[in-house]
């Protein structure tokens, strides 16, 4: 389950310098029990089903500072779909809204408003969306919200 992110977070997952300027790219595997839904900063590129456990490989992130990696696990529902191309970018971002299970009603009002957001977003700034996919992610344990690279979560 996604917990609080902060750098204090970060280092318990794994060692890095939580520092700004120091970024190098992430490649993230997660092995869950069958039937659960994880995330990372990347898009999911494989499954592997080993029995009851599934090991779920992730595209390698560009790179990040360590603050910015994200990747969690559990029984969360999840819808998927896509936001179309902008003047700013090209190509369809893909965007998944993941939820606990109390929530799963609420998924497809979050996925409906994403892509015209994302588009106001874009063209307020003048620069396409960064990052090759939006996962945002409802957080039973969580107060606030972390703008993970790709990979938002929010205190549901």
């Known amino acids: 389950m996604p917990g609080p992110s902060s750098s204090r ?6 060692p890095g310098i939580d520092q700004p ?10 092995t869950t029990k069958a039937g659960f839904t994880a995330y990372s900063n990347a898009a999911e590129t494989d499954q592997d089903s080993k029995g009851y456990l ?3 490989s992730f595209a390698v992130a560009r790179p990040l500072p360590t603050y910015l990696v994200a990747f969690g696990a559990g029984p969360f529902a999840a819808v998927s779909g896509s936001v179309p191309p ?3 970018r090209a190509e369809p971002l893909s965007v998944q809204i993941i939820a606990t299970e109390p929530n799963k ?13 994302l588009a106001l977003l874009e063209t307020y700034y003048g620069t396409p ?3 090759p996919k939006l996962d945002q992610i409802g957080s039973p344990i969580m107060a606030g919200a972390m703008e993970n690279a790709g990979a938002d979560t929010y205190g549901d």
């Not at 300027?21 to 490649?27: D, H, L, N, Q, S």
């Not at 009603?105 to 957001?117: C, G, H, V, W």
């Open 54 to 56: 599934v090991k779920h």
């Open 9 to 14: 977070s970060t280092r318990a997952a794994f």
């Open 86 to 88: 902008t003047r700013e």
């Open 105 to 117: 009603d609420k998924m497809d009002f979050a996925l409906q408003n994403t892509a015209p957001i």
């Open 129 to 131: 969306f960064p990052f």
């Open 21 to 30: 300027g120091y970024k190098t790219p992430f490649a993230v595997s997660i």
